[in-house]
């Protein structure tokens, strides 16, 4: 077995032998020189970095000796370099931020430094006259710290459609923007954009228009530019016209004039996904993306867009109904008369409240005493 020979080349490093030490002992200061480093050990460390990096190593001989960064060089005179605004330490984000954030924490200066700098200083011996500053966990409840930048502007309709035949009027005026706009072939670009809501004005416009199919596909019968114009306007009114509601019996005379065949017309993800945001903007229901995925048709579309309204509760069939609210001995409640409602109404409740609270007993509830125990023994549960 070869055997690996043994490296000498450390060998020939310089040792560094002390000199005998004189009779007469010196102090330790003066045997020091003014580098902290010996001259030995530099010459060996310089001699294992060139044979590591086989010529002039980078960095410096000491690692833990910290380069500073070279500046960028700029043409600007000393006048415009002076002038540059210097940014602080913070986050970025809180520096670019337009929002009055809270003050920095001060501290006052002392009383004893005070005097010695105003001779006529009186401390305060009472709070009159003081600033009074709100607490840091309610500056953001206070007026002005809010821009109009930060305020809330929802993108669906805070009120929700919930009739099958009014969400049909608004599904219809989308499928009718929609091909408005392919026709025009701005689609593309504006499926992900928000679209201007408008008025009653531009509802009625859309609708006027006659949707014709053929061979499944679908054409618009009218003034199509007028509408896909208003919808691409950039011009966007800082506030929108409150825009009338369309009514349950107007909706039903209205698709009771259309032709069901452009239900029928097939949808591909862009255009589903077109009709989903305006819905959501015009009618306040999102579609899920499950079952927007299921979806093929307009019909499809209008299906899970429309919600079939929550039955009335009986105390609401009751109260409008007349013949009742005539009887004499009937009353209609909006909820269930408990045992307290009834003394209430004879007028006994405040004595049986002034009774119990005389000997320390809960008035509703049980004021977190035990159950009845008996009871559960004569079950058999204990």
Sequence with gaps: ????????????????????????????????????????????????RGKLWKGEAPGPEDPYTQRPEPEDPSNLPEEALESRPRYGSGPAPVQASRLPLPPKRTEATAEKELK???????????????????????WWEQPGHWGEESEFRGFGSPDKVVEKAVVEVYLRRAVVEVLALQEAGAFSQWATKKWRKGDRSDLDQVLALEIQVQDGTASLKGDASSVSQSLTAEAEEAVEAHEQPVSLEEAKEMTKTWDSSWKDLVLDDQVKFALRKRLYQLTGNLIPDAKLGAARTVKHVLTLASKQPK??????????????????????????????DKEVAVGRWKVIEEELKKRNLPVTGTGGLSKNKERDWLSGKI
Excluded: C
């Design 311 to 340: 039955p009335p509760k009986l105390a609401q069939l009751l109260s409008r109904r007349g013949d009742l609210q005539q009887l004499p001995n009937i009353r209609v409640h909006s909820r269930k008369i408990g045992p307290i």
């Design 116 to 138: 010695s700098a105003d001779p006529t200083y009186v401390p305060a011996t009472d709070a009159e006259g003081l600033e009074e500053i709100n607490a840091i966990k309610s």
């Design 1 to 48: 077995m070869p055997r690996i020979p043994r490296v000498r080349g450390l060998q020939s490093l310089p040792l560094a032998i002390a000199p005998s030490a004189p009779s007469t002992r010196t102090p330790f200061v003066a045997s020091r020189g003014v580098s902290t480093t010996y001259a030995a050990h530099s010459k060996n460390t310089e001699w294992v």
